[in-house]
T-cell receptor, first 116, second 113 residues
Framework: DARVTQTPRHKVTEMGQEVTMRCQPI?????VFWYRQTMMQGLELLAY????????DSGMPKDRFSAEMPDATLATLKIQPSEPRDSAVYFC??????????????FGPGTRLTVT | GENVEQHPSTLSVQEGDSAVIKCTYS??????FPWYKQELGKRPQLIID?????GEKKDQRIAVTLNKTAKHFSLHITETQPEDSAVYFC????????????FGSGTRLQVQP
C-alpha cells in the first residue's frame, strides 16, 4: 500500500528560525503538491510541481517560503524566517498526470508546525 | 480561477439517517470532482470521485452526483454510522492548464449514536 510520507510529523520552533519540511511522493507519481491547512483558511495550495518542475507557486509567500524537488523522490518546503502566523498543518500530496489524463491525488500525513 | 463553495459547514444527523453535502463550482472547464474525508488529526483521504462524463457514482453507502449544467455536485451518505463522523471536503479540477485541486471549505459531519 504505497503512501506519501512526510517528515517531521511535528515541529515546534521559535520565531525567526528556519524550518524545512520533507515529502516523499508515491513512486511513479509525477506531480507533487504542497498545501497548508488552518482552521480559518481551510486547505490552501501553496505550490505544485510536475516532473520536478515548479508549475505554480502563486499561493506561497515568496519572501519567506521556498519549495524545491531536488529529485523525484524528495520534495522540500522551507520557511525562513518563520513567523507565528505560519503555524499550521502542512500537507504534501502526490498524483499522476499523463497527457490530458489526471488521476487521483493522495495526501501525506502532514507536518504540524508551531511557531512560538 | 476556480472557486468551490461547500454547504453546510456543519451537519448533525442521527445514526442510520442519510447525510447530503453540496458543492458548487465556478469553472465550467472543471471535469474531475473528488471527495475527501478527514478524521481529526489525520490526513485527508479520498473516498470517492466523479468525472464529468458521468452523472452519478456509487460505492456502498456513499454516492456522488454531478450536474454539469448547474455546476454543482453532491455527496450522499446513507445509513450513517458514528465512524462516518469527520470533516468532508469537496474539490474540483480542470483537465488542462492548472491541474491542482481547488477545495471547498469543508463540512463537519457528526453522526449521533
Amino acid at each position: 500500500d504505497a503512501r506519501v510520507t512526510q517528515t517531521p510529523r511535528h515541529k515546534v520552533t521559535e520565531m525567526g528560525q528556519e524550518v524545512t519540511m520533507r515529502c516523499q511522493p508515491i513512486l511513479g507519481h509525477n506531480t507533487v503538491f504542497w498545501y497548508r491547512q488552518t482552521m480559518m483558511q481551510g486547505l490552501e495550495l501553496l505550490a505544485y510541481f510536475r516532473n520536478r518542475a515548479p508549475l505554480d507557486d502563486s499561493g506561497m509567500p515568496k519572501d519567506r517560503f521556498s519549495a524545491e524537488m531536488p529529485d523525484a523522490t524528495l520534495a522540500t518546503l522551507k520557511i525562513q524566517p518563520s513567523e507565528p502566523r505560519d503555524s499550521a498543518v502542512y500537507f504534501c500530496a502526490s498524483g499522476l498526470v499523463l497527457g490530458r489524463d489526471s488521476y487521483e491525488q493522495y495526501f501525506g500525513p502532514g507536518t504540524r508546525l508551531t511557531v512560538t | 480561477g476556480e472557486n468551490v463553495e461547500q454547504h453546510p459547514s456543519t451537519l448533525s444527523v442521527q445514526e442510520g439517517d442519510s447525510a447530503v453535502i453540496k458543492c458548487t463550482y465556478s469553472d465550467s472547464a472543471s471535469n474531475y470532482f473528488p471527495w475527501y474525508k478527514q478524521e481529526l488529526g489525520k490526513r485527508p483521504q479520498l473516498i470517492i470521485d466523479i468525472r464529468s462524463n458521468v452523472g452519478e457514482k456509487k460505492d456502498q453507502r456513499i454516492a456522488v452526483t454531478l450536474n454539469k449544467t448547474a455546476k454543482h455536485f453532491s455527496l450522499h451518505i446513507t445509513e450513517t454510522q458514528p465512524e462516518d463522523s469527520a470533516v468532508y471536503f469537496c474539490a474540483a479540477r480542470g483537465d488542462t492548464g492548472r491541474r491542482a485541486l481547488t477545495f471547498g471549505s469543508g463540512t463537519r459531519l457528526q453522526v449521533q449514536p
